[in-house]
Structures are given as structure tokens and as C-alpha cells.
Nanobody, 124 residues
Framework: QVQLVESGGGLVQAGGSLRLSCAASGSTFSSYAMAWFRQAPGKEREFVAAISRSGGTTMYRDSVKGRFTISRDNDKNTVYLQMNGLKPDDTAVYYC?????????????????WGQGTQAAVSS
């Protein structure tokens, strides 16, 4: 089992940047595929980005490609989401998730462990 704790959220103006972190503890971090999801008020939780066990493969939702970068440091048991060029539509609670079989997927139901989320708000 793994415990996930997100940090790094905040309030920024449009065009600004935030770097989210997700610290994992418990089981072997490097055995999990990791992802970020987000949920805006009144909307369903949606996929943002995912990264393979080694960090060599990544995937993104179309609306964040070129602006967001997911990365991981297996020595520090941490996954990151660098968010640049933020837009008001990026306002949401951002959740870190872990997939224990190591499969890289956008499907929410495949992820086994979740953090409690960190709020990111972008003003226009």
C-alpha cells in the first residue's frame, strides 16, 4: 500500500506557474505508474497527466500538452506536475494517484491509491 500527500497548490494569475508535488510513503514507489487528475467545481474528475514507473514515458490530456510537465524522482518517492501558462480553466483540486500494476492509463478507475488533493486557482 502507498500513502500520497500533495502540496504546492495556490492562487496565481493567468499565465503564471505552479509546481505540484506528491510525496509517497509506504510501499515501493518505483513499482507504481503515477498520475495527476483534477476536479473542478461541479465537474467530474478528469485525467491530466501520467508517468511510467521509470519516468521514461508520459502522457497528457490534450488541453495541457505543451504547458504541463509530469516528472518523478524515485529516489525521493515524489512525483511532480509543473504547470506553466496557467488558464482560469485549469482551476481545480489536483489529485495524485498511483496504479500498482504499473500500467500507464488515463482511466480513473484503474488507479488504486489517491491523495487528498491540493487546490490550484487561476485568476483572469
Amino acid at each position: 500500500q502507498v500513502q500520497l500527500v500533495e502540496s504546492g497548490g495556490g492562487l496565481v494569475q493567468a499565465g503564471g506557474s505552479l509546481r505540484l508535488s506528491c510525496a509517497a510513503s509506504g510501499s515501493t514507489f518505483s513499482s507504481y505508474a503515477m498520475a495527476w487528475f483534477r476536479q473542478a467545481p461541479g465537474k467530474e474528475r478528469e485525467f491530466v497527466a501520467a508517468i511510467s514507473r521509470s519516468g521514461g514515458t508520459t502522457m497528457y490530456r490534450d488541453s495541457v500538452k505543451g504547458r504541463f510537465t509530469i516528472s518523478r524522482d524515485n529516489d525521493k518517492n515524489t512525483v511532480y506536475l509543473q504547470m506553466n501558462g496557467l488558464k482560469p480553466d485549469d482551476t481545480a483540486v489536483y489529485y495524485c494517484a498511483a496504479e500498482r500494476s504499473g500500467i500507464l492509463t488515463m482511466r480513473l478507475i484503474n488507479y488504486d491509491y489517491w491523495g487528498q488533493g491540493t487546490q490550484a486557482a487561476v485568476s483572469s
